[in-house]
Nanobody, 121 residues
């Protein structure tokens, strides 16, 4: 059973930074890609970023390119989302999720519980 637990959210001022962590159950990163998705109030959930389980291209939605960086530490079974130059429109609940694939397909089988990120002055 794959388990995913997010941490690192909170309140930050515009222009600030946060680093989200997604702690996965053992060996998850060997077999599954991990995606970060977010849902803002009143908006549809969107995929923000994704990293495959092996060497391959990472994915970023256009609005975060150049500001967010996804990475993983296999030894720690953890995927990170470094978010810099945050904007109010980045506010939302952030989820990490795993598709039933080693590739970054946009269909997810396993989900974390979600964590709030609020960007406000």
């Amino acid at each position: 059973q794959v388990q995913l637990v997010e941490s690192g959210g909170g309140l930050v001022q515009p222009g600030g930074s946060l680093r989200l962590s997604c702690a996965a159950s053992e060996r998850t990163l060997d077999y599954y890609a991990i995606g970060w998705l977010r849902q803002a109030p009143g908006k549809k959930r969107e995929r923000v970023s994704c990293i495959p389980s092996s060497d391959g291209s990472t994915y970023y939605t256009d609005s975060v390119k150049g500001r967010f960086t996804i990475s993983r530490d296999v030894a720690k079974n953890t995927v990170y989302l470094q978010m810099n130059n945050l904007k109010p429109e980045d506010t939302g609940i952030y989820y990490c999720a795993a598709p039933a694939s080693s590739l970054c397909v946009d269909s997810y089988l396993y989900w974390g519980q979600g964590i709030q990120v609020t960007v406000s002055s």
